[in-house]
């Protein structure tokens, strides 16, 4: 398994993704893309640094440490 790789399941309400790594990939019904949390990007930026928001679908990948 690719270790970039989420296999999230998300009804399409849905918005919010919680997430355990940093790099984050989204493919709902547009092209694949790859996002790092943290790291400044058009969207998403400024704001909170544990979270970054789809360019494409909206979706946003929240980042929280494993417990």
């Known amino acids: 398994m690719n270790k970039f790789q989420n296999d999230y399941d998300v009804p399409e309400k849905e ?13 709902n019904d547009h092209p694949v893309v790859y996002y790092e949390i943290g790291i400044p990007s058009y969207v998403g930026w400024p704001g ?16 929280k440490t494993e417990e």
Do not use: A, N, Q
Not at 15 to 27: E, G, L, P, Q, Y
């Open 15 to 27: 918005r919010v993704t919680i997430v355990h790594t940093k790099i984050v990939k989204c493919d």
């Open 48 to 63: 909170d640094p544990d979270s970054i928001e789809c360019g494409y679908c909206g979706m946003k990948y929240v980042y």
